[in-house]
T-cell receptor
Framework: EPEVTQTPSHQVTQMGQEVILRCVPI?????FYWYRQILGQKVEFLVS????????KSEIFDDQFSVERPDGSNFTLKIRSTKLEDSAMYFC???????????FGPGTRLLVL | RKEVEQDPGPFNVPEGATVAFNCTYS??????FFWYRQDCRKEPKLLMS???SGNEDGRFTAQLNRASQYISLLIRDSKLSDSATYLC?????????????FGTGTQLKVEL
């Protein structure tokens, strides 16, 4: 069964450093998403991406965040200058033509020190 | 009012019990509704979509009441492996993307 994959599974970084989280969505999907979950809290939407552009973003997704689909398979989330409060689990998700069901990757646990 | 509201639990039930979770949502324009399951420190996994007519998948039954903005999940004959957090999720299609809005989840512990 096709699945969303994410790398790395864990990332530890120093405050102020840039991080890039990588995702390989399900191959025939067209809609891509990033969500985050701070420990003990609910899953929160960050951004959606379709047709090579951002279709919606949340208030969390400020100028420090960017997304890219550099080739036909990868989808990345970059945090330019990490803050302590960026520590969270980051989930990538993808969806097919139905625009409904989203399938989540296993997540990258980011710890900012 | 929270966008998606759930009782956080935990619900501790014996194996074989029937358990019901409820959820309310605030945006009457919401289009699609789901229950996801999340195991500790893992990703949310789709359990089932929820339709107005109600739908069933094995031991799981989901109901949607659009007038009351209320969603439910019933688990019959619960198993130890059902222990997880159940996330009520709502999707309001906006523009070219879909933003899933999650509840905080209801924790279920099934015990021997």
């Amino acid at each position: 069964e096709p699945e969303v994959t994410q790398t790395p599974s864990h990332q530890v970084t120093q405050m102020g450093q840039e991080v890039i989280l990588r995702c390989v969505p399900i191959s025939n999907h067209l809609y891509f998403y990033w969500y985050r979950q701070i420990l003990g809290q609910k899953v929160e939407f960050l951004v959606s991406f379709y047709n090579n552009e951002i279709s919606e973003k949340s208030e969390i997704f400020d100028d420090q965040f960017s997304v890219e689909r550099p080739d036909g398979s990868n989808f990345t989330l970059k945090i330019r200058s990490t803050k302590l409060e960026d520590s969270a689990m980051y989930f990538c998700a993808s969806g097919g033509l139905s625009q409904e069901t989203q399938y989540f990757g296993p997540g990258t646990r980011l710890l900012v020190l | 009012r929270k966008e998606v509201e759930q009782d956080p639990g935990p619900f501790n039930v014996p194996e074989g019990a029937t358990v019901a979770f409820n959820c309310t949502y605030s945006n009457s324009a919401s289009q699609s509704f789901f229950w996801y399951r999340q195991d500790c420190r893992k990703e949310p996994k789709l359990l089932m979509s929820v339709y107005s007519s109600g739908n069933e998948d094995g031991r799981f039954t989901a109901q949607l009441n659009r007038a009351s903005q209320y969603i439910s999940l019933l688990i019959r004959d619960s198993k130890l492996s059902d222990s997880a957090t159940y996330l009520c999720v709502v999707n309001g299609v906006t523009g070219g993307g879909n933003k899933l809005t999650f509840g905080t989840g209801t924790q279920l512990k099934v015990e021997l």
